[in-house]
Structure formats: C-alpha cells, structure tokens
C-alpha cells in the first residue's frame, strides 16, 4: 500500500463511521452501532496482511472498519445495519453480527477470542500457512474466557495473533481503574505469548509490527500478541457523550491522529484529492443503500 | 453391544476415525482415561485425536466452536453435566447463532454427563439439560439403556447444530436393556427417525398410565415397571424420548392421544422442567386426560443418601403415586 490508498481506506472508514452516526442520530437506524472513528489504523493494515481466502479473522461489537476492510464493499455493512438482505449477514445480524468468507464478529465482548483458537487448531491440522486472527478491546482483557484463550493458544501451540486495540475504555471505564496495570504487557508474558506494543499513531510502524507478527505466525505457526495504544474519538455507542473522557487525552491524540499521520507524508492536493474521491464514494453507498 | 459404556465407547471410536474428529476434555489421555473411564486407551491407540485441555471449561468448549466454524468435527467432554453452566455462553451466545447468523452448518458435540443418587452433592449430581432445551439450532439428546449412546452419538455429529449430549453417570455401568433378563417380559418398539421414541409396555396389555421419561431414570423405571407388573398386574407403559431438543410433539401426541393417564418423570428439577412443556404441548392440542410431571423437589441435592431423596425423585414414590392414582 502506498500512503496514498492508506489515506483513502483511513478515510473511507471514518466518513463511512461519521455517515453512520449520523443516519443513527437522525432516527434512520434501528438499534445501536459501535463506531471506531480514531481506530482505522488496525484495520487497514490487516486489509493486506490478512488473507481472506485461507485466513480467518473474528472480532466484536467494534468491527465496522474490519468489515469495510475486509468485504471492500462497504454498501454491505450499511445495508446490513439497514436490515437489507444483501447485507454481510442478509439483514439478521446488524452492526455487531456480520460475517463474510472467512471473517466473523460476534456481540458478546471477547468471546470470539476462543473460538478464534479452535479456528488456528484447525489450522494446525491443516497444514499449510493459513492464520487465525482475532482482535479486541482493553474491556475484553477482563473477561476469563480471553485469558483461557491466551493459555490454550500458547499451551496447545497454534498459529493465532491476537491483536489488542487498547482505546483505555470499556465503555465508560478507565482502565486504570480496573486494572492494576494500565499496560498489559506483565499479564500476557504470564501466558509466555510473544508480546509487542505499539502506538496507532504512527501507521508505517504499526504495519510494521503486526506484518512482523504475522508472519511469525505464519511460518512459526505459534501465537503472537500485539497491543495497539490507540483511541476512540466517537462514542462507545450510538448515544454515548463521551462525559468520561478528559479533554486531555483527546488533545494528545488529536494530535496522534492516524489519520493526520498519513496526511502529512502527502501534499494538501493529494489529500484533498483523496478526501473528494471518498466523500464521492460514502454518498455513492448512501444511494445504492437507500434505493435497493 | 452388551453395555451402555461399550456402544458409547464403539461410537467415539468410529467418530474419530474420521481425521476431522478430535475429543478434548479434562483428563481424557492416559493413563486416566476420563472420569469414567470412557476414553481408557484411546489416547494410545489413537495419538494426538483425544487431548487433555487446561480446566478452562468455556475456553476449550469455545476452542470447539471455532474448530466447528473452521470445518472439522469435535467432540468436547465435559468431566460433570453440572459444569456446563460454564459453557453456556460458547453454545448460546456463540455456536448456536453462528447457525443461522452465519449460514455454517456446525458439527460439534457436548459430551455432558448429567445425573445423580451417586452421593456426589450438590454440584456434581446435577441434571441439567432443561437449561438448553427450547433454544433456536440446539440440540439436546439424550440416550438411554434402550436407546445406544454410540449410535446417538455418531448421529448427533451430522446435525449440524451444537448437540447438547447429555448422558448419565449411572448409566455407564449398566447393560443396555435387550441385554437384561427382564426384558423378555417386555415388548419394545421404536418410533420416529434418527432419534426415535422408545415405547416399553408388555404384550397384549392395555396400559393404565403411560410414563414419558428419559435419559438415567429409563433403567430403574423399566425395572418399576416389572415389578408392578409382576407383583401388583398393574400394566404401565413407558415413552423414552431420545431427542429433548428439538422434540417431536406430533409424534408424541400420535403415540399418547388416547391415554387416561400420563406421568412424565426427569431428573431434573420441576417445575418448569420438561415434562411440564411436553404436558403444555398436549394439552394445547386439546388432549383431556390426567396429568402429573414428576422430577426433583426444590433442594439443593444432598450427599448423604436421606438428603439426596429429599430432592431426587424416588422410584418408591412413583409406584405410590401409580398404585393410588
Ligand atoms: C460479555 C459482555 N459483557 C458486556 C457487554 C456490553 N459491552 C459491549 S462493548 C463493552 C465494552 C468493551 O470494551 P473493550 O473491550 O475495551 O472494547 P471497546 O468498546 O473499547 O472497543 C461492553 C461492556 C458485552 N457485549 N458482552
Ligand atoms: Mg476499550
């Protein structure tokens, strides 16, 4: 990928997101939507260095980008979420239910993390290079059923990356309050699982990171884990205000905008280039959605 | 297959011939061999197709699951029935909506032994299948000494919903019925497909009171029933359902439509227990006959044998309850 198509996947994530929450606030959307505006980072790295025809990837409620990333048709996504039938999962699952070849999500917080081991045993057995992939929250951390995953995957040996998109909320609740350590990095070397952390900020070397680990998986068919220091601009859900999140931390990581980190490497023309291409795009899904 | 043990033993055996199939549970490989004995060599025999896994009963029934997702075919043991409380979210929340959710047909079964009267207290006496009757792409099955676990067993992996597979713990050590001496007494028919519904009585008799059980109380109930049959000329006939989840109401309704009198008897702990669905059923068809669900009373069950019968039905009593009816 060069900067340019980082840009436009970026971008076409946040608007499609922006899109989204704002059919939800004007009462178009039914039910809830868990957007990811300020986390496109993870996801388009793994739109090249998954493979969705052998890999699997399985994710939860937060998973709009992976689904655009991973489908390339973002009309899918809305239209799942606007019930119709040619949505990921026919208009049955909404925002937090999709699937497409090999990609899953699923509602319930974490619990994709094990499935997504029996995935890579699978796999094992298999042979061939073929990984399980399966990414989730700082919240999902706390959930038994994760941990169980980390032991079994380093235990059993199987080829899985477990990727950890660390926003520093579950929902409304500070890590550090419910955590002794606000990095997680002691807890996973208690599993004996390889560990990386990395910022979301900068995408050159958090593409770097995960297409290191990747490919451990890939040949060492062992698990890796990464952690991605990354943060949430909109709300956890639909008719979430962000009460909880000091102006602070928004400031830093306005200033650590994935986003604004691409933008920089290009001129002001090629962005504004990329930004009318996926202003032109969003609208053209918005149609196709509304009309069929 | 002179044993309930050996037909289940039989069936594991063909399921894991297939290089698809693997067994996962706690203490399944040698020398253990499960806590029942029921895996005994087949760790040796079969290298790398029956694994230990940590004590993580969510962890390797989710392990399962993604397995199933990914095209192969598990078969994931639970030591005791009551510890799959701890792996309800995996089946519910997970397998059973990626059925339909995800259009994936899943082969995945849940070896789960449930029951009591062993003195194994209250959280490893349990019967607990009624938790995952009546919900969308579970199956719940349940064999029986007239019904062969092994044949149940490799059956069940072709459903492609997630099989609550609930044996019983008393079970293992018996004979399947045919192999008993009173069930010459006895003529036994079969109704219904894969999982077909047992029918118990005695020839020529028009019974008084058609039992509906089954799963572990199916042994002790056939023997009641020799004995009532025998010593008071008292004819009952029993139904044992092999199939809870889905359960074929029509075809019970074709075999009881014309009863007087009709008892269901579970394990498990009534009310809300099956028997009362399958008496709703019926009665919502428009069947008026007497009815009475018997099932375990509102105690926690007890280790010594006195507070074990103050939750656990009790052969003694459901003869009472025939003989004044
Ligand atoms: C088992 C479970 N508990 C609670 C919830 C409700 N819930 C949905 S997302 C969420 C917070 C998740 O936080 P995290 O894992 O950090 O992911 P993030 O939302 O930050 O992306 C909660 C509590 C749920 N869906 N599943
Ligand atoms: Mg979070």
Known sequence: MDNKEILYKMLLIRRMEQKIESLFSQGLLRGTTHCCIGEEAVPVALSVLIDMDKDYLCSGHRAHGLSMMMTGKPETLLGEIMGKPYGMAKGLGGSQHVYYKNYFTNGITGGMAPVTVGIAFALKHDGGDAIATVVFGDGAMNEGYVLESFNMAQSMGLPVLFILENNGYAMSTPIETVNPYTVFEDRVKGFALPYQRVEASDFDNLFAVLKDAVEKVRTERTPQFVEVMTHRFCGHSKSDKRAYIPQERDDYWHEHDCVKGVAAKLTPAEVEAIEAEVAQRVEEVYQYCVTH | ?325
Not at chain 2, 1 to 29: C, H, Q, W
Not at chain 2, 57 to 70: N, S
Not at chain 2, 288 to 299: I, T
Request: aromatic share 8%; glycine share 10%; with cysteine.
């Open chain 2, 1 to 325: 297959m002179n044993t309930y043990k050996e037909s289940l033993i039989d069936g594991l055996e063909r399921l894991l011939a297939d290089p698809k199939v693997f067994l996962l549970g706690e203490d399944v490989e040698d020398p253990y061999g499960g806590a029942y004995t029921i895996t005994k060599g087949m760790s040796t025999r079969m290298p790398g197709k029956v694994l230990n896994t940590p004590m993580s009963e969510q962890g390797f029934t989710g392990l399962g699951v993604g397995m199933a997702l990914a095209g192969y075919k598990p078969i994931v043991e639970i030591m005791f029935g009551d510890f799959s409380t701890l792996i309800m979210d995996q089946i519910l929340n997970h397998a059973s909506k990626f059925v339909e959710g995800f259009e994936k047909r899943l082969h995945l079964v849940v070896r789960d032994p449930m029951g009591g009267y062993r003195g194994y207290g209250a959280t490893h006496s349990q019967s607990l299948e009624k938790l995952y009757v009546g919900l969308p792409h579970i199956a719940v099955i349940t064999p029986s000494v007239l019904h062969a676990p092994g044949e149940l067993l490799v059956k069940s992996m072709e459903l492609g919903v997630p099989v609550i597979f609930a044996e019983n713990k008393l079970d293992y050590t018996r004979k399947m019925f045919a192999a008993e001496k009173i069930a010459e007494a006895f003529e036994i028919k079969y109704h219904g497909g894969d999982f077909p519904v047992a029918e118990a009585g005695f020839p020529g008799e028009e019974p008084e009171v058609t039992l509906i059980g089954y799963g572990g109380l199916v042994h002790p109930l056939l023997q009641m029933m020799y004995d009532l049959y025998m010593e008071e000329e008292v004819a009952v006939r029993l139904l044992d359902v092999s199939s809870l989840s889905p359960m074929d109401f029509d075809l019970l309704y074709s075999l009881v439509k014309d009863d007087a009198k009709v008892l269901t008897i579970e394990e498990g702990h009534v009310p809300f227990g099956i028997g009362d669905a399958i008496i709703s059923n019926l009665a919502q068809r428009g069947m008026r006959c007497q009815f009475r669900s018997v099932g375990a009373k509102q105690h926690i069950i007890g280790t010594s044998k006195e507070a074990e019968a103050l939750a656990l039905p009790q052969i003694d009593d459901i003869k009472e309850l025939i003989l004044n009816w």
